[in-house]
Nanobody, 115 residues
Framework: VQLQASGGGLVQFGGSLRLSCAASGSIVRGNVMGWYRQAPGKQRELVAS???????NYAESVRGRSTISRDNAKNTVTLQMNSLKPEDTAVYYC??????????WGQGTHVTVSS
């Protein structure tokens, strides 16, 4: 299984961005796709996740200004983030989890929010 992420880059304070991730390979149904991020000197943390049934989970820090969605037919997941803040600056990683089967990570994409 491979995860290919796209999006990210340099965004101004208060701006928006869209991160997309496409999974390819032998993918077991009933998985969870999500986005994590890791800021310099900090641990990787969950940003948002979504099950194949559409149940979502958001970190408190992004709830209300982020939306995660997925296309099960295409095995893609998208994270729309609005009202970006400098503290959103991090490397964002796409994740595909199927408990008991696999836990895959994308290559990471940099997001920098300028103040």
């Amino acid at each position: 299984v491979q995860l290919q992420a796209s999006g990210g880059g340099l965004v101004q304070f208060g701006g928006s961005l869209r991160l997309s991730c496409a999974a390819s390979g032998s993918i077991v149904r009933g998985n969870v796709m999500g986005w994590y991020r890791q800021a310099p000197g900090k641990q990787r943390e969950l940003v948002a996740s979504i099950t194949s049934g559409g149940k979502t989970n958001y970190a408190e820090s992004v709830r209300g200004r982020s939306t995660i969605s997925r296309d099960n037919a295409k095995n893609t997941v998208t994270l729309q983030m609005n009202s970006l803040k400098p503290e959103d600056t991090a490397v964002y990683y796409c994740n595909l989890l199927k408990t008991g089967y696999y836990n895959y990570w994308g290559q990471g994409t940099h997001v920098t929010v300028s103040s």
